[in-house]
């Protein structure tokens, strides 16, 4: 039987299972940039961003951080539990770079003196408005203890991926999460790739992320690769 389509986003697709707990996530080499201003595909990019993501999240769960994969079923799927999401965007940001250099008026690059959280409300007709805590609890977008939860995993997850990635000559710029309930637990859901985050060449500073395609800097689909390539060693031809 042909699973349904629930839902067609910028980059995934998420069809319904025989499990009503449990959502089959496709990804798509689609690309989009400026909340869909500007769109194209980036050639395999599907199956690296699965790639990654699904590295991220076996890293991060065997820290202790629980997420909503369940299972990886082929280059492009994974099965993953179906959360209430909290219709927040969580941005991450250890170095100045994006919208936080030009609404503070800072070069890219420069390093903030401790990790920076920012809450977006996740809404596309609206461009995703920054928000914050009161907003948050005043909405009831999330409970107090939900957020403090929420903010506790953010920087765990920021620690564990910062110091990993290290390792593998990269530095984590900035990064953009999602979160969601299952069983009266707050999981991390959506992705963890370059397509929502950034990844500079420690040495070089050189853009391993989606600001290639954003900025039209060239070379997109090689800046995937060599993330994917650094952190497993696996080589997409
Ligand atoms: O554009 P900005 O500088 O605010 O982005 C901060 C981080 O959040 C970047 O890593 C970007 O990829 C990610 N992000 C995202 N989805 C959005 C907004 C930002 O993945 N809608």
């Not at 409300?121 to 005043?138: E, F, T």
């Not at 039209?216 to 994917?228: P, Q, R, T």
């Amino acid at each position: 039987m042909e699973n349904k389509l629930l839902y067609e986003g910028k980059a995934k697709k998420i069809f319904a299972t025989e499990n009503p707990d449990e959502l089959l996530v496709y990804y798509k080499d689609d690309a989009t940039a400026g909340n869909g201003a500007k769109k194209g595909t980036i050639a395999d990019k599907g199956i690296l961003n699965n790639k990654i993501t699904n590295f991220f999240f076996d890293l991060l769960g065997k820290a202790g951080i629980k997420h909503h994969l369940i299972k990886v079923l082929n280059d492009r799927e994974i099965l993953v539990k179906k959360l209430d999401i909290v219709p927040l965007e969580v941005i991450i940001r250890n170095v100045a770079a994006g919208s936080l250099a030009k609404r503070l008026g800072l070069e890219e690059g420069v390093k903030m003196s401790r990790p920076v959280i920012e809450f977006c409300y996740k809404c596309d007709d609206l461009g995703d408005p920054m928000v914050n805590r009161y907003h948050i609890l005043a909405m009831g977008w999330a409970t107090e203890e939900e957020l403090k939860q929420i903010e506790e995993m953010s920087l765990k997850i920021n620690d564990i991926m910062t110091k990993y990635l290290v390792t593998k000559n990269i530095d984590l710029i900035d990064f953009k999460l999602e979160f969601g309930r299952y069983n009266g637990e707050i999981l991390l859901g959506d992705e963890l790739s370059p397509d929502n985050c950034r990844f500079w060449d420690s040495t070089t500073h050189e853009k391993l992320d989606k600001d290639r395609f954003r900025r039209d800097l060239g070379n997109v689909e090689d800046a995937y690769k060599e993330v994917l390539h650094r952190l497993t060693g696996e080589v997409v031809k």
